[in-house]
T-cell receptor
Framework: GENVGLHLPTLSVQEGDNSIINCAYS??????FIWYKQESGKGPQFIID?????DKRQGQRVTVLLNKTVKHLSLQIAATQPGDSAVYFC??????????FGAGTRLFVKA | DTGVSQNPRHKITKRGQNVTFRCDPI?????LYWYRQTLGQGPEFLTY????????KSRLLSDRFSAERPKGSFSTLEIQRTEQGDSAMYLC?????????????FGSGTQLSVL
C-alpha cells in the first residue's frame, strides 16, 4: 500500500562502529551500481559506484561489495560518524535516465 | 556555490493552480534531469535533456507537466492544474556524460504541497 514506503528500513549504530547497509537489486543484466546518501532537506549525493566486472571497490571510509550471484549490493561505512546519519539509496542502471533507485535505508548514528 | 541550484525551495499552492520550478545546473554539465521523490521513496525519473534537446520522458510525466531547457543551460518544470497527488519533492540533477559513465549531481529540490 502507499504507506509501505513511509517505513524505511532503519539501521542504528554506535558512533565509531562499522555500518553495513544492504540492497537487493532486480535486474541481473544491470552492469553499473551506485550508492547515494541523502541528508534531510537535501538532494541525494553520490558516494561510490561499482561496475559489474568488479566485486569490491573502496573509497574513503566506504566500501561497496557486489554479489551478482544473489543480486546483492552492500555499503560498508567504517568508523561511523554522526555526519553519516542520512538515508542511503542504492541505484542500478547506467547512472543516467535508466538509473533506478531502490528503497532507502535510514542510518542513525548514536553518540 | 557551484552546485545545482533549485528555486523555490518550497511551494504551497491550491489545487488547480499552475506552478513553475527552476533549475540551474552545474555550468559545464550537458545533461539535466528532473526527478520526483515522495516521502520514504527513492527518486523517480521524470525527464532529461542533453543540451537543449529533451531526449526522454517517463510515463509518469502526464500532459499537465512540461519541461524546457531553452538555451541548454537552466531548465524549468511547469505543472498545470495541480492535483493533490502532485505533492512531492521535485529534484533536478545535472551530469557530464563521458565514456558511458555519468554521475548525477542533485540540487536540494523544490518541495511542492498542493492543498
Amino acid at each position: 500500500g502507499e504507506n509501505v514506503g513511509l517505513h524505511l528500513p532503519t539501521l542504528s549504530v554506535q558512533e565509531g562502529d562499522n555500518s553495513i547497509i544492504n540492497c537487493a537489486y532486480s535486474n541481473s543484466a544491470s552492469d553499473y551500481f551506485i550508492w547515494y546518501k541523502q541528508e534531510s532537506g537535501k538532494g541525494p549525493q553520490f558516494i561510490i559506484d561499482i561496475r559489474s566486472n568488479m566485486d569490491k571497490r573502496q573509497g574513503q571510509r566506504v566500501t561497496v561489495l557486489l554479489n551478482k550471484t544473489v543480486k546483492h549490493l552492500s555499503l560498508q561505512i567504517a568508523a561511523t560518524q554522526p555526519g553519516d546519519s542520512a538515508v542511503y539509496f542504492c541505484a542500478e542502471g547506467d547512472g543516467g535516465f535508466k538509473t533506478i533507485f531502490g528503497a532507502g535505508t535510514r542510518l542513525f548514528v548514536k553518540a | 556555490d557551484t552546485g545545482v541550484s533549485q528555486n523555490p525551495r518550497h511551494k504551497i499552492t491550491k489545487r488547480g493552480q499552475n506552478v513553475t520550478f527552476r533549475c540551474d545546473p552545474i555550468s559545464e554539465h550537458n545533461r539535466l534531469y528532473w526527478y520526483r521523490q515522495t516521502l520514504g521513496q527513492g527518486p523517480e525519473f521524470l525527464t532529461y535533456f542533453q543540451n537543449e534537446a529533451q531526449l526522454e520522458k517517463s510515463r509518469l510525466l502526464s500532459d499537465r507537466f512540461s519541461a524546457e531547457r531553452p538555451k541548454g543551460s537552466f531548465s524549468t518544470l511547469e505543472i498545470q492544474r495541480t492535483e493533490q497527488g502532485d505533492s512531492a519533492m521535485y529534484l533536478c540533477a545535472s551530469s557530464l556524460e563521458w565514456g558511458g559513465s555519468e554521475v548525477l549531481f542533485f540540487g536540494s529540490g523544490t518541495q511542492l504541497s498542493v492543498l
